[in-house]
């Protein structure tokens, strides 16, 4: 899923707003992308691209991380998954996000919270 999308308000902040903390974002179809430096885990210093649907940030920075869009080569040994906005080859995954540190900017929050989700994946069999 590809193409020329101009985002406006809350999607274009929160590209702004991302790209600020060190995960320049990036619009694609109905989805926007940035990419995490796995720091721990079967991906440890892996750059994972990985994503969130633009209609979920409507709200930003009012809202949290919850659906997050990976690769499908990306595994989770427990995970609510679905295909909502993905093009082949990704799926996106539900993860509660209970962090509510007000005092971290919104944008800081939600790409430690990816980067806690990516920490977790199990390693691809080969």
């Keep these: 899923m590809s193409g020329t ?6 999607a274009q902040q929160f590209v702004d707003d991302m790209t600020a903390v060190g995960a320049p974002a990036r ?3 109905h989805r926007i992308l940035y990419d995490v430096m796995a720091v721990h ?4 210093g892996q750059v994972v691209t990985t994503g969130v649907s633009v209609s979920e ?3 930003w920075p009012a809202v949290p991380p919850h659906w997050i869009h990976l690769p499908d080569s ?3 040994t427990l995970t609510n998954m679905d295909d909502t906005d993905c093009p ?7 993860r509660e996000f209970n962090y509510t540190d007000t005092s971290v ?3 800081l929050a939600w790409l430690r919270h990816v980067r806690g989700f990516v920490s977790t994946a ?3 069999a080969a």
Excluded: E, M
């Excluded at 082949?88 to 539900?94: C, L, N, Q």
């Design 74 to 76: 990306v595994t989770f």
């Design 105 to 107: 900017p919104p944008a």
């Design 27 to 29: 619009a694609d179809g």
């Design 57 to 59: 940030v409507q709200s």
């Design 41 to 44: 885990g079967a991906l440890a």
């Design 88 to 94: 082949p080859g990704w799926k996106r995954h539900s």
């Design 122 to 124: 199990i390693p691809t």
């Design 5 to 10: 999308v101009v985002l406006t308000g809350a």
